[in-house]
Structures are given as C-alpha cells and as structure tokens.
C-alpha cells in the first residue's frame, strides 16, 4: 500500500501511475484494508483507470468492512 502510494505521487520514486494502480492490486491481493481503499481511488479519480463510481463504492465498503477508518468516510 505504501509503495503504491509513493509511485503514485512521486515520492523518492518518479511518479508512475500504472505502477502505482499495479502495487495497489497487489496489496489487495494480500489483504490490506488500505489497499482496498487505494484501489477505490484509483478508480473514483481514474488514476490508471477509467473511473467508475459504482466499481469505487463497492471497494470503499470492502474497505470499510474490513476496518479501514478512512474508507468510511469516503
């Protein structure tokens, strides 16, 4: 999740979208509350991504549903 956010806004790395939205689908993969929840921005903002709000909403709530404080507000 953190290095998915890194790629994402360039931080010590070059900002590379696709990367970002890949390490994000990763982290879901292994689990990760917070991950869910990058991956819904992912698409609500289209970052990588067409967006898609319905696609968003539901990873949001998975997020939420597993914990994630920040997703329930989203």
């Given at each position: 999740?953190?290095?998915?956010?890194?790629?994402?806004?360039?931080?010590?790395?070059p900002?590379?979208?696709?990367?970002?939205?890949?390490?994000?689908?990763?982290?879901?993969?292994?689990?990760?509350?917070?991950?869910?929840?990058?991956?819904?921005?992912?698409?609500r903002?289209?970052?990588?991504?067409?967006?898609?709000d319905?696609?968003?909403?539901?990873?949001?709530t998975?997020?939420?549903?597993?914990?994630?404080?920040?997703?329930?507000?989203?």
């Open positions: 999740y953190l290095l998915a956010r890194a790629w994402l806004y360039g931080r010590g790395v900002e590379d979208t696709a990367r970002a939205l890949a390490l994000s689908r990763l982290s879901v993969a292994q689990g990760s509350a917070y991950g869910l929840n990058g991956l819904a921005n992912h698409h903002y289209g970052w990588g991504v067409p967006a898609d319905a696609e968003a909403l539901a990873l949001y998975r997020a939420a549903e597993a914990g994630n404080e920040r997703a329930m507000s989203n």
